[in-house]
């Protein structure tokens, strides 16, 4: 969609109304039709459940081509960044908008190890959940929670304070999401080392026990560090779209990214390399793809592929490719010569991309579906896929909602709807209900 549209304005006619509405192109992608004057001409709203055809806000941040499967980052691609850069370098790009100096780099580093310990506080926090819960509920928990102790950076109008809570979500993440871990196993929580960069301190936070010395393997450092680098952010996707939402009405920051992680978890969204996981666990062996495969193309099914098709990719998802990649070196590096599941996937993925259902539908892997491999070979529980997956997505969403507090024609998120309940009817007393 790269070819700029040659269209200025866009008619409506909506029965004996004409209406010109404003076209608006962007630097690369589709233009929009401005269609904010709609209702107000003619008493209509548009109709699009799913916001397949709806653009919900003008960013400078990342831009997906679906149809080529490009993905930049403030305009830089996905491989080049994950080839060449850091998690905390994409952090600093996502949210200032340009790569950093190697002064700047050194500055941005300092100042997010300097936020990496959560309040001690949080440690009573987390007892007042059960062993067992699913990392995911403590983490929405805990993340509203940050909201109870950081109230010197709530205050959305102030940039510095806006500033500051989006450097101490950057920096706690790791800590909360690998105390929700620990949590989960019976070992006591680590405290960062602000030695160690950004990855190797959450490796060594989930990994360490105070009986031995903890040594960081720097081939699944740099594997995690670009696992995050391919999550970091994904222009309007569900989550960024509730943390925008949520944003608009100026909520603090903290309960913003709170309600991000509670829409990620979903399996359709987030949850996918968690629900991948399991699929390709449940079907177990090359032979059973067949089966599988079938059942994901019956309509009376609900089974789907997990970790297949995407709303905006229908080509492949350039970060799946890098993750195939990663998944290849980590298995190499821990000596997993022949993982089953592996096996599966590469399997599923080739008869599926051979399938008329799926290049038809062009449903191709997405990020979710070789993830999930290559976190459970890091030695993460598939209940903690989705955790590495909010905190790698909090830059994004922090960025994203700076850029809408900070947009001068920002207004709070208010859709409406197609009402198609009763009609006005008056109450009847109990007595005269049959
Ligand atoms: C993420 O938006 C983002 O950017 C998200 C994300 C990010 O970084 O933020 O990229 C992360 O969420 C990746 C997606 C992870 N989800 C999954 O892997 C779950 C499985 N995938 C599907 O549920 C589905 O593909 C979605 C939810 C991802 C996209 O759904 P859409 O765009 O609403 O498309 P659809 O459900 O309307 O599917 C179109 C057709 C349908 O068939 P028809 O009704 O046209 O006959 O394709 C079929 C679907 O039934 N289909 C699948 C399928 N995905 C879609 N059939 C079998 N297996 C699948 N995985």
């Known amino acids: 969609m790269d ?6 304005s866009a008619a409506l006619a909506v029965g004996d109304k004409k209406l010109d509405m404003t076209v608006k192109d962007g630097t690369i992608g ?12 003619t008493g209509m709203f548009t109709y699009d459940p799913g916001f397949t055809s709806t653009a919900s806000c003008e960013s400078k941040i990342t831009y ?19 080839e060449h850069g850091d998690f905390l370098e994409t952090c600093y790009l996502l949210l200032y908008g340009e790569l950093p100096t190697a002064a ?42 940050l909201s109870a102790f950081y109230h010197d950076s709530t205050d959305i109008s102030d940039p510095q304070q806006r500033m500051i809570a989006s450097i101490r979500m950057i920096a706690k993440m790791p800590t909360l999401a690998a105390m ?12 960062p080392r602000n030695d160690l960069d950004l990855s190797s301190n959450f490796l060594r936070m989930c990994f360490a026990v105070p009986a031995e010395e903890y ?6 450092s740099r594997a995690m560090d670009r696992i995050f680098i391919l999550h970091a952010d994904h222009e309007q996707n569900a989550s960024t779209s509730t943390v925008r939402l949520a944003g608009s009405s100026g909520a603090n920051p903290f309960a913003c990214i709170a309600a991000g992680i509670a829409c990620l978890w979903g399996p359709a969204h987030g949850g996918a390399n968690e629900a991948a996981l399991k699929m390709l666990t449940e079907i177990g062996s090359v032979d059973k793809i067949p089966e599988y495969v079938k059942r994901a193309k019956d309509k009376n099914d609900p089974f789907r592929l997990m970790g297949f098709g995407h709303r905006v990719y229908k080509n492949y998802d ?12 980590v298995l190499t590096e821990l000596g997993i010569k022949d993982d089953p599941l592996l096996d599966v996937a590469m399997e599923l993925e080739k008869i599926a991309l051979k399938d008329d259902y799926f290049v038809e539908k062009k449903l191709y892997p997405n990020i979710d579906f070789y993830s999930g491999i ?15 997956f909010a905190l790698a997505r909090t830059v994004g969403w922090i960025a994203q909602w700076k850029e809408m507090i900070e947009d001068p024609g920002q207004k709070i998120g208010r859709p409406r709807q197609l009402y198609t309940g009763s009609t006005r009817r008056d109450y009847l007393p109990i007595s005269r209900r049959k």
Do not use: W
Not at 215 to 220: E, M, R
């Open 318 to 329: 350039p970060r799946a490719k890098i993750m195939q990649k990663t998944c290849h070196e």
């Open 3 to 8: 070819a700029k549209n040659t269209a200025k």
């Open 30 to 41: 589709p233009s929009v039709v401005d269609i904010g004057k709609l209702y107000a001409q």
């Open 64 to 82: 997906i081509d679906g149809d080529e499967g490009v993905l930049l980052y403030r305009g830089y691609p996905i491989e080049q960044i994950a």
């Open 215 to 220: 040594k960081v393997n720097p081939v699944l």
């Open 180 to 191: 929700a871990y620990k949590y989960s196993v019976g070992q006591p929580f680590v405290y």
């Open 104 to 145: 700047q780099k050194a500055d941005f580093d300092y100042r997010v190890n300097r936020h990496t310990m959560v309040h001690e506080q949080m440690h009573r926090f987390f007892q007042g959940f059960r062993r067992d819960a699913h990392p995911m509920a403590v983490m929405v928990g805990s993340v509203g929670a």
């Open 374 to 388: 290559t976190l459970k070979a890091m030695g993460f529980p598939t209940t903690m896929f989705t955790v590495l």
